[in-house]
Each structure stands twice: as structure tokens, then as C-alpha cells.
């Protein structure tokens, strides 16, 4: 069972999740991020060649537009023609900008619930991969195809198996949605934010695999408040989870020893119990993870301790990537095996330890070097990177 805190952490938002006292997901939010929000943009220019456009949502912000993933646009008059400059259109920030990158804009609109994700843009109706019930599938797929009515597709998560009138229910809810955002933008101006893109606590709680939430924990009322609401709306089973903590003696931040673990999801070096650690450093192009045996002093025989160790690095290195939401290409760097079979059998541990993460993670291979690849899809930026921007933001304060 998962309990989620949210607590403030340098004048921003923290979001910890827990099983038992074990520290699972670190997360602060992003004030300067506009990831997920929805604008009324204008066609600046159109490269045909490159099959993209350039898009103002604000008037000195200018976004990057694929035409091949963008194929039709949502005018903001609601009629459809041909894209040319000067067109307003309705848009979804689908990256935030990153360095000499402008943000990349999307026509795909996405609506994120707890059971499904709505795309404005695409049609098909797809599943998650975990659900692997073709029976169940089948059943509901004719009367989400009705619910929708081909304005729109779905994407069924993980959490809807066996749960179909909630999906069914949130389905509505989401097409509603898209509704307003279209009624809005029919008689609203160049670049209105239409919809701001909701907290990422929110989006987290959404994450969290249906049966698996204990508590939420907050000390901040604006935060207990917006998670009420949502429950009311999206989760009303959960709402007796939601507590206002209001200790004056002690804080959330000691409570669940905060510190020690923002610290220690910040360490270089990881320790293992049997002796051995990690040592995690990041780069422009990867995260490279270095397993080494350390203080190992067990009495087992050379290949059977570089087994046991490797073993443990595993289950700590997918410990790891969703603590400190590692994303992109991952390299690491095992200790040598000689057995093929030690060699398969790590490679299937790993593999069954990733399966918890909900970001997808999966296991590429092992290289001739024995260097095993990995590739986690990025969702939000790391957590280095997150407090290293709340550390500007602080000063800048």
C-alpha cells in the first residue's frame, strides 16, 4: 500500500510517496513548466519541407508544430480548412522547452484521467499493454466507441480493468471536457490560456495503481482542498483516504524524515546491504550506473558473491530510476559474469523489478561489453534537475 505526502520544500511544493517507510517517488513541482497547457495559438510560418509549422501561443512565445503528428488542426472558429498563416488554432504544450529548443506544440489534445486519457486529434481506442484480457476489451470497446461518437480516441489505463462504469462514467466527464475547451475557444482571443494544466501531485495521485492508495497526507490546505475536489469528482471511494495533518509539534517534513531522504536521493553513491553500492552519475546524453562489490564480505565463492551482488544493484537500480525519476537512455555498468546463465537470469530480474514502475521502463540489452541498456520514458524532468531550478527560484526570490 502507497501512502502520497505533499508537503512545502523551499517555498515549493514536494510530493513523496511511501510504502511503508520505504521512500518510492520524490517529485517538487514546476512553477515555471507549462507542459499540458492549452492555448489559442497563431500560424506564425509553414515549412513544407520540413512538414512543421511555427505557432505563437503568446505574444512573444512562439512553439514548434508537427504537421506529420498534427495532421488536422482544431481551429479556434471550429471550421475546418486547410492550415495557413494566420490561423488560429488550438494547441497543447506537449514539451516544455528545453535549452535553444522552443516548446513543442501539439493539436492532439490530451485529456488525462485516473481510467483513461481522451486525444482530441486521433480516433483509435487503445489499451494499455498490462491489460492483457482480450475478452474484457472487446466487451467495452463497442460502448466506449459509442460514448465517444468518433470525435475523439481513448486510451484505457491500466486501472480500468474490472472497473468499466467508472471508466465508462470518466469517459463522459473527459468528452465534456473537450466540449468547453472548444465552446471556450470559439469567442475567446489570439493566445487565451484555455485550460492550465493541473498540478503534478494530481497527476501523480492519478498514477498511483487502482487498490494500492493507503493515505494522502498534506499540511497545506490549498493542496487538501484541490485533492478533495478532484476525489469528489474522480475518485469519490478515495476521499476518506485525504487528511489534513496540523501537528504544531512536529512537521510533515520530520514526520516522514524528508531531509535525510532528499539527501540521499541526491547521493552519487548508493549503498547496498550486502556491502556493495552504485555509483550514478549523470550526462548530457545518459544516465551511466556503475555497480561495484564494495565492502562484500560474504563467504561465498567469487562468481556466487558477484551474483548475490549483482542481484541486489538490480533491485535497487529500479529503485532508483523512479526515486530520482531517471528518464531517457540508461547504461549500467554490472559486475562481469562469466556464466550465460547468471548472465540470463539477471537480465530477468531486472525485468520482473522494472514491472512495478508506472513509467514505462523497459530493458534493452546486454551489450558484448556487458553493459546492460535501459530506456525509461521521460515524463518530468529528473529530480537533480528539479531542485536545482528551486534552488535558482529561491535565489532569484
Known sequence: MNKMVITRWERRLLTAWFSEKEPLELGIEEETSILGN???GKVSNIIKNLNCAFVNFAPDR???????????????DGRERSLKCGDEIIVQVAKDAMKTKDPVLSGNLNFT????????????????????DRSWKEEIRPQLEEILGGEAGLIVRTNAYGHSAELFRETRLLLEQLHQIKKDASYRTCYSLLREAEPEYLKSLRGCPQGMLEEIVTDQRDVYET??????????????KLRFYEDPMISLTALYSLRTVMDQACQKRVWLKS????????????TVIDVNTGKYSGNKKQAEAIRVVNLEAAKEIAHQLRLRNLSGIILVDFIDMKDPDDKAALMDALRGFVKSDPVKTTVVDMTQLNLVEL????EKKPLWEQL??????????
Not at 512562439?62 to 479556434?76: E, K, N
Not at 556491502?275 to 545518459?286: D, Q, V
Not at 530506456?375 to 521521460?378: D, L, S, Y
Open 227 to 240: 485533492i478533495r475536489q478532484y476525489l469528489e469528482l474522480y475518485d469519490p471511494e478515495s476521499i476518506s
Open 113 to 132: 484521467g485516473k481510467y483513461a486519457v481522451l486525444t482530441a486529434g486521433k480516433t483509435l481506442i487503445g489499451f494499455s499493454s498490462k491489460i492483457t
Open 375 to 378: 530506456t525509461r520514458k521521460k
Open 62 to 76: 512562439i512553439g514548434y508544430y508537427s504537421l506529420h503528428d498534427s495532421p488536422v488542426s482544431l481551429f479556434a
Open 275 to 286: 556491502g556493495g553500492y552504485l555509483i550514478i552519475e549523470y550526462t548530457e546524453a545518459m
Open 38 to 40: 492549452i492555448y489559442i
Open 388 to 397: 536545482h531550478h528551486a534552488a535558482d527560484h529561491t535565489q532569484e526570490n
